[in-house]
């Protein structure tokens, strides 16, 4: 479909999401693996439905915003710095080996330098949205695998935040220190004002017109993308002032409500920041990167729960518990995704580079969430012994 607008580019993407959704819930797949899939089949490199890469672009843009800015509005500052305390050692010491790794195989396969970097900071974090939606409800909020599974995915989040500010200062395959210099002093400045912006303007305006939903909704979307293009304006990115708008909203006494409300409009980019994804990826350069990326994606699955079950053990967590979190926490993120993605974008790794990244990915998340379904209590665990809301 040539020059596809972007009515058809949406009807191919929510009906055939739809349809491939469906077979994945039948076969206890993952979801988002079915969102990855349905772009692979439509877009350029395979049927060709969609073609239009600056549509294709764009969607990805307005998702990784909104993705972020519902990703800061579940971060309360208050309950954040307790739990990142907790998790503070076991975070970083695990990503740095990681990151190791990453680097390490990178090398072995003639990756440039840099490249290897880009790798290995894409291999340090673990996916929040398997990590999330695999945990039941009773899990996630009253018990402590809970607790530092989030602890250390929020952690983990925050490192990925400032991974994608210092990609963001590079361009043409270099980075540009001054840029980054006055990106480093615009962060805090944007926080502080956003925080102010939102204590004496947006919750007296909710807390006064709080009963009309769709003005909630409006003052709420305005502000994320407010501040959004704020902050690519002093130099940021539309991605760090989105998170940055979250959590500065995350302090009104409304925000639970906000974020419930905003759940359908996550979903609704998610699949489009998925499927974006999936009809970017080069399958002509598949075989180039499939054997670095099935000994990566070997590694990760391996390495990622052994590290966290022997540094939990360290910090005092119990022998299965700390087994169960590490295979919860044992792929890499869909960060992992959107670094690959805003790097060879600013042209500071090549297409084989961001098509590795991806390949391993998409790779251990499938494996991952296998594991995880087959293994430990989910929503969709096959066995009704272990399946929990």
């Known amino acids: ?42 877009g350029p490199s ?97 018990r402590r695998i809970g607790e530092v599974v989030v602890g250390l995915l929020l952690l983990q989040d925050l490192m990925a935040i400032l991974v994608l500010l210092l990609l963001h200062s590079g361009t043409e395959g270099h980075f540009e220190y001054q840029r980054l210099l006055i990106a480093a002093i615009s962060l805090p400045v944007l926080i502080g004002a956003s925080y102010v912006c939102v204590r004496y303007v947006i919750t007296p305006l909710l807390a006064r017109f709080d009963r009309f ?34 959590v500065s909203m995350a302090t009104s006494a409304i925000s639970p409500y906000i974020a419930l409300n905003l759940k359908p409009l996550r979903d609704f980019f998610l699949v489009l920041f998925f499927f974006s994804l999936g009809a970017g ?50 792929q890499i993120s869909e960060f992992s995704l959107l670094i690959a993605f805003l790097a060879a974008s600013t042209q500071l790794i090549s297409s084989e580079a961001s098509h590795l990244i991806q390949a391993t990915a998409i790779l251990t998340f499938l494996i991952s969430s296998y594991i995880v379904v087959f293994r430990f209590p989910s929503p969709i665990a096959i066995s009704d012994r272990l399946r929990r809301d």
């Open 1 to 42: 479909m040539e020059g596809s607008s972007v009515p058809q580019a949406f009807f191919l993407i929510f009906t055939g999401a739809a349809v491939l959704a469906s077979f994945a819930l039948y076969t206890r797949q993952p979801l988002l693996v079915a969102y990855i899939a349905i772009g692979a089949l439509f």
């Open 46 to 142: 395979g049927l060709n439905f969609v073609t239009d890469t600056n549509i294709l672009r764009d969607i990805a843009k307005i998702g990784i915003i909104f993705l972020l800015f519902l990703l800061g509005m579940d971060m309360q500052p208050r309950n954040l710095i307790r739990t990142l305390r907790e998790v503070t050692f076991v975070g970083l010491l695990s990503s740095l080996l990681f990151a190791v790794i990453g680097y390490v195989v990178g090398q072995l396969f003639g990756f440039e330098p840099l490249e290897c970097l880009v790798i290995g900071a894409a291999m340090m974090f673990s996916s929040t949205i398997i990590g999330i939606k695999l945990l039941p409800t009773t899990v996630l909020h009253h």
């Open 213 to 246: 939903h769709e003005y909630v909704f409006l003052l709420t979307i305005g502000w994320c993308l407010g501040v959004a293009e704020m902050a690519h304006f002093i130099g940021l990115s539309h991605e760090i002032g989105a998170f940055i708008a979250g």
């Open 281 to 330: 990826f080069n399958f002509s350069l598949l075989f180039e990167v499939l054997l670095p990326a099935l000994l990566l994606a070997g590694l990760m699955l391996v390495i990622k729960p052994v590290t966290f079950w022997a540094l939990l053990r360290g910090a005092g967590e119990k022998n299965d518990m700390s087994w169960e979190m590490g295979f919860r926490l044992g």
